[in-house]
């Protein structure tokens, strides 16, 4: 992907990545992306799930959302951030994380209303494969209740960094621990609900 | 904590929370936190490591960067957000995630250079606990070139959804599961870094 004055990295530009598929990758392992804009009273930063259907990452939330308002009318900036270790060195300095980062900037496109069962559909799926084919999807009501908002990723840099810590020469002979603890999240025992009514 | 225009929750009042050690617990819990910030370009959302320490989230960064410059400049938003679990219920409308998820509004005050090194002790420490008094803390030039912010944490909302999915009453007769997968960012097998310069 070609580079803007927004997805260029200033910050250990090695770590830059603008290969496509990463993106992909990064959107379709994370559960949720934070999305900034403005609004009269300054920046917000609010967390959302995600989904993502070829080169378009989609949100959805009350139609009568402030956060969808604004990102269908001004470009926004989104976020999504995997942590996978922590990186322990000998020195503070070079304490750090491995991470996959991914920022996408541009202004939202509403799903139009006939699109958007199908969209939600592939979201639904995403969470928990062929559940949209076992719940009830959703109704007209709730249908219009809900905008769906996609951003197409045209505009976007991933920051990574992955391996051991990289300590100063003279300080690995400091007898300290290093190295990395892998981090991810990880799903726990499903808790059914029993609730009859 | 007193409301604020940009602290008062429009969407699902009812997941609002104003108590001040939540706060707290959520952000000792979380490793990284989302920094919302304005440039000549628009709006940022830049992922980074955090801390606390009595009332103030302290960040930390280059004294070069761009964020850094901003968040001492400017108000900025930070968000942190804890994914619980996944709430899957009968009907689309109704799944969700539980999660808790904090906002915090502020322009950053820069740590003096006599108190970062105390300030960035409590960093490491989080991390891994007692770990500064064991490793090589920053030297001189390594202090120079770091630049820690603190966020007083005055102007704050936390947005927290807990417990099974509420699913519409005629929905709970659809023969589909329903429940809660709990989700928790989890730490694996440590790998040592046993390079040898």
């Not at 949100?59 to 402030?66: D, E, L, N, Q």
């Not at 202004?107 to 139009?112: D, L, P, S």
């Not at 009830?136 to 990574?160: P, Q, S």
């Not at 960094?161 to 400091?174: I, Q």
Request: hydrophobic share 40%; with cysteine.
């Amino acid at each position: 992907m070609k580079k803007t004055q927004r997805t260029t990295i200033k910050r250990v530009p090695k770590r830059a990545n603008y290969d496509i598929q990463t993106m992909y990758d990064i959107i379709d392992e994370a559960l949720v992306c934070s999305v900034g804009f403005n609004d009269e009273h300054g920046v917000h930063v609010i967390p959302t799930a995600h989904w993502r259907i070829d080169n378009y990452l989609y949100i959805h939330g009350a139609s009568k959302s402030r956060m969808i308002h604004r990102v269908l009318t001004q470009s926004a900036c989104i976020n999504i951030t995997l942590i996978d270790g922590l990186v322990l060195a000998r020195a503070a300095f070079h304490h750090s994380m491995n991470y996959r980062s991914l920022n996408i900037y541009g202004q939202g496109i509403e799903v139009a209303a006939e699109e958007k069962d199908r969209v939600l559909r592939v979201f639904v799926d995403k969470i928990t494969p062929q559940r949209a084919g076992q719940i009830r999807m959703m109704n007209e009501k709730e249908l219009k209740a809900t905008t769906v908002v996609g951003f197409c990723i045209d505009e976007a840099v991933a920051k990574i960094r992955t391996g051991p810590p990289v300590d100063d020469k003279e300080d690995y002979e400091l007898s300290v621990w290093a190295g990395v603890i892998p981090m991810s999240l990880q799903s726990g025992e499903p808790i059914v609900d029993t609730t009859k009514l």
